[in-house]
């Protein structure tokens, strides 16, 4: 997801209880509700929006409302109608079109920002979508878990090229197994957590090989090592933010020490304290550096402030 170019410094601490921003209130559909939130994006005014996956719709949260969201897409059932979405997972805005874009079961859609919109349009279909970015030319880039690959895509084509992945399941540097999220940088490079493989990679723009930049070191909660990892996020110093999900942690790895992570917040077992989650899986920043994490089965967004 390219969105703002964040600037974090390298000793950076956030707080360790997070204020509840979005949802909350337990699982449900109502507006001051979420049910199995999967991905988020931040806007450039604070705004977060959400793949709100289990009611089938996308909500936005206003900076500074925790009352209630306000639904901007789908919100009409389960289905495959171009008024509905079907389990979303991730969504970006594109900001040249004022648009958001949803990766939706086995499709990704667009939706128009401006009031009063009431479907959506195609812009892919039959792939297994499951993370979304845009880089700063607004190539699309999107993860197919079943095919074990991530592919670049100009709006409105349909075949896309390669970038990450493409030679089966596998666990090699040339493979992944089950890709989720994504993050894009400045350089085009990909970055993709790579779920079963409890590992997030890197690739690097052209090349045929990924590079283990988190994780790698089997299934685990040690500092080396990541549980089924989701969302992830790159600042301009190169530091990588994970959210490990199984492990109920963020995790940061800073450029060069590939070998072990810091946990930044979580890592106190599932709970639904303000100093724990359960599932963590959508990961973001604001401008400030302030974090926001999907906090999956908890059916709430938490903001941590940077201190």
């Known amino acids: 997801m390219f969105s703002l170019l964040v600037k974090i410094p390298a000793n950076a601490k956030w707080s360790q209880n997070g204020v509840t921003i979005a949802g909350g209130n337990g699982k449900g559909g109502a507006t001051n509700q979420l049910h ?14 959400i793949a709100d996956s ?16 306000q639904v901007v897409a789908g919100g ?16 970006l805005i594109d900001k040249e079109t004022d648009s958001l874009i949803i990766c939706d079961d086995k499709r990704v859609v667009r939706w128009s920002r401006r009031s009063g919109t ?27 878990w079943k095919k074990h690959e991530v592919r670049r895509y100009q709006l409105g084509e349909k075949n896309g090229t390669l970038v990450a992945g493409g030679n089966g399941k596998g666990d090699g540097l040339n493979q992944l197994n089950r890709p989720t999220y994504l ?31 988190a994780g790698g070191q089997g299934r685990g909660s040690a500092l080396t090592q990541l549980d089924s990892p989701l969302g992830l996020f790159v600042d301009t110093l190169g530091t990588l933010y994970v959210a490990d999900s199984e492990n109920h942690r963020v995790m940061r790895w800073t450029q060069g020490d590939k ?22 899986v959508g990961l973001s920043f604001d401008r400030y550096g302030n974090l926001y994490v999907v906090d999956q089965w908890n059916h709430r967004v938490q903001r941590f402030s940077i201190e």
């Open 36 to 49: 199995l939130p999967e991905g988020l994006f931040v806007d450039d005014d604070q705004t977060v929006v």
């Open 54 to 69: 289990w009611n089938n719709r996308i909500i936005q949260w206003k900076n500074g409302d925790t009352t209630n969201g």
């Open 76 to 91: 009409n059932g389960e289905g495959n109608g171009l008024h509905q979405l079907n389990e979303p997972t991730d969504v």
């Open 118 to 144: 009431t479907q959506g349009e195609i812009l892919l279909d039959n792939i297994a979508c499951c993370g979304l970015a845009m880089d700063d030319q607004r190539y699309l880039y999107v993860s197919d």
């Open 183 to 213: 993050f894009v940088d400045r350089d085009h490079s990909v970055y993709a957590s790579d779920r079963d493989n409890h590992r997030a990679m890197k690739w690097v723009e052209g090349a045929k090989e990924g590079i283990v930049v």
């Open 259 to 280: 070998k072990q992570g810091t946990e930044i917040v979580g890592g106190n077992g599932k709970g639904v304290g303000a100093h724990q989650f359960n599932t963590p």
